[in-house]
Each structure stands twice: as structure tokens, then as C-alpha cells.
């Protein structure tokens, strides 16, 4: 059951939001910092179901 965006747990949901964006500035998260995330654009090169599947280019 998905309680993302129930009434009831929207102060848990807040409070575990909170706790991992400290988490990802404490470890210098570079999508928390604003920065470009280098490994969103690292090749794959495992098994790939869809042959036409591509890692975006970088911007």
C-alpha cells in the first residue's frame, strides 16, 4: 500500500523528507547542492531488453 500523499502520514512523510535532504547536503550530494550529477550520464553496459535505449547526452 502506497501512503505517499495520505493526510494521516503527512508529518512522518515531512520529517523523513527533511532527514534525507540533511543526509544529501551532509554528504555533498551533488543534486542537493544544485550541481550536475555526473553519474546520470555514465554509459550502461548491461543487458538492455530495449535495443533503442540510450543514456541522454549531456546538456
Known sequence: MNLAGNPEFAVIQKKLASQLQTHLVRTKDPRALGLEA????????????????RVDPKP
Open 38 to 53: 555526473p553519474w546520470d550520464y555514465y554509459p550502461y553496459y548491461g543487458l538492455r531488453r530495449n535495443k533503442n535505449w
